[in-house]
């Protein structure tokens, strides 16, 4: 494994401990190399000083064992590489073994994805067998990504590309692909008119700390709408795949974002919400707002939060409402799927509660877990009712350790299993549909809402659901 950008963030944070595991546990062949690249000028020992200093310490301690981590370290390697000098990958491919297995993972900028393709051809070290792993954001826009893909796809064919969304990796994401086609009492239910109404939520606690130079650049919309939330609206939406053969999963998931109603201006102005946080307490604490951060410019009208309602227009799906919302500096870390299951049609009890009766809720962050609450009568006499949640205790139902989601996509991509990654068809469609919303902000000029950190953003994302009869559910 060759790691670009492996002296970075997201290497040290994530990829090099994800890979740890994954050697805890005996899912890395034998042998593995693990090269990391970058400019600086490392010799081994100074690498590994690096990674012992910075990438260890996110090992959770129950899974660090000093005698794994020694063998670990035996398989990390340093090649020192400008992506911009073409003899650094002379240097790279003397490092490479000839006829192995390589995987390639690009985390570094995208800007910088077109140089890397490129080079390694030249260097001869991209062949049929060679996997390429490519990390957000996959453009800023539809022409953007069109390009990225272009120019990774002269080099390799499109089963060679895994194009890495993190939520996919999630085991309760996962697991609910099983809920609905493993099991045959969920999926009559699962559509209009029987189901109400879907929210998506992912909602951040951390406001945008030292990224400001790329996220103001970027926004909610483009960070995480575009790839995460829509890649989990697909999940919940798509119709049964014909096998779990990545095309026939991805051609479902593309046939969902295709269906996705277009927004037109008018649409954009009743449907959508972007936010902006201002100076407030998270976590205890006073925080800054987006205005005051460190690189952030005073006049910026970029978006930390989105709320949206979208439609997706299938048979299946016909007028119901998929309210997405995500925002930083959010009351708390939690992201979640609510499926809102239509009331009975008829009020058989006096004593029924208001609300929602049933609602199917998917836990992603901070904790995994799958609940589904339904209506029981309270004991007693009389018919009083109560709201009881049937827990699907994954944790006890199954006592095997739960991966992090790094750690099973990287896993994948060893073992070749394409089913979890966006193939780039889905990748454009989804531009395709947030281009024109991102476009219609610009053209009718709106300031974003501001919303005190800590709290769950502007009033007008409440009065998005309200106007439906609707209330996120937290
Ligand atoms: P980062 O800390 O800035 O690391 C990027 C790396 O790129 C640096 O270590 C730098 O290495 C390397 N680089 C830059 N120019 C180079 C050049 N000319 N030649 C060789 N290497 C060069 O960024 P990051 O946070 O790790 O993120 C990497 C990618 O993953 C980005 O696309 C980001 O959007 C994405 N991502 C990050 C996270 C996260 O949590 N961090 C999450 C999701 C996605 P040297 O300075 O050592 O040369």
């Known amino acids: 494994m060759i790691i670009f950008g492996g002296m970075g963030d997201l290497a ?77 990958f002379g240097a790279l491919a003397r490092a490479a ?54 120019a990774v796809g002269k080099h390799f064919a499109e089963s060679q590309i895994y194009r890495i969304d993190h939520y996919l990796g999630k085991e309760t994401v996962q697991n609910l692909m099983v809920l609905r086609f493993g099991n045959s009492i969920l999926e009559p239910l699962w559509r209009a008119p029987n189901i109400s109404s879907v929210q998506i939520t992912v909602a951040e606690e951390v406001g945008v700390g030292s990224r400001a130079g790329f996220y103001d650049g970027t926004g909610a919309m483009r960070d995480m709408v575009q790839n995460h939330l829509l890649q989990l609206l697909c999940i919940v939406a798509m119709e049964p795949p014909t096998s779990l053969s990545p095309d026939a999963v991805r051609d479902e998931k593309l046939k969902v974002i295709r269906s996705l109603r277009r927004f037109g201006l008018a649409d954009i ?68 799927i609510v499926v809102e299951f239509a009331n009975p049609p008829f009020p058989l009890f006096p004593d029924m509660p208001g609300g929602v009766a049933n609602r199917l809720v998917i836990e992603l962050q901070p904790e995994e877990a799958i609940k589904l609450q339904i209506m029981a009568k309270q004991p007693g006499s009389g018919m009083q009712m109560q709201q009881v949640a049937l827990n699907l205790d994954l944790q006890s139902a199954f006592q095997q350790r739960r991966a992090e989601a790094y ?68």
């Not at 407030?280 to 709320?307: L, R, W």
């Not at 997706?312 to 870390?333: A, E």
């Open 12 to 88: 040290m944070r994530k990829l090099l401990p994800a890979l740890y595991m994954a050697y805890l546990h005996g899912n890395l062949p034998t042998p593995t190399r693990i090269i990391s690249t970058g400019r600086q000028d490392f010799d081994r020992e100074a690498y590994l000083a690096h990674v012992e200093a910075n990438s260890r310490s996110f090992i959770a301690s129950n899974n660090f064992n000093e005698k794994t981590w020694d063998g670990f370290v035996q398989l990390l390697e340093y090649v020192r590489l400008d992506v911009q000098q073409a003899p650094d």
């Open 407 to 474: 750690e099973r996509l990287l896993i994948d991509v060893v073992r070749g299993r394409l089913t979890h990654f966006m193939r780039r068809d889905e990748l454009e469609a989804a531009w395709e549909w947030a281009d024109p919303i991102i476009e219609g902000w610009s053209t009718l000029g709106e300031k974003p809402h501001p919303y005190p950190a800590g709290s769950w953003g502007p009033s007008e994302a409440f009065a998005l659901l309200a106007r439906d009869g609707f209330a996120w559910f937290e």
């Open 97 to 150: 073994n000839p006829g192995a297995q390589r995987v390639f993972y690009l985390s570094t900028a995208p800007a910088l994805f077109t140089t890397i393709c490129d080079k390694l051809a030249e260097a001869g070290l991209v062949d049929p067998k060679a996997r390429v792993v490519l990390e957000k954001p996959l453009g800023q826009d539809l022409d953007s990504a069109i390009e990225i893909n272009e």
């Open 269 to 336: 102005a009743r449907d959508t919400v972007r936010g902006q946080y201002t100076h407030g307490v998270s976590g205890h604490q006073e925080v800054a707002g987006y205005h005051e951060e460190k690189n952030v410019p005073p006049d910026s009208k970029t978006e930390t939060f989105v709320a949206l309602r979208a439609h997706i227009d299938t048979w299946r799906w016909s007028k119901v409402p998929f309210y997405l919302r995500t925002g930083k500096r959010m009351q708390r870390r939690s992201s979640k």
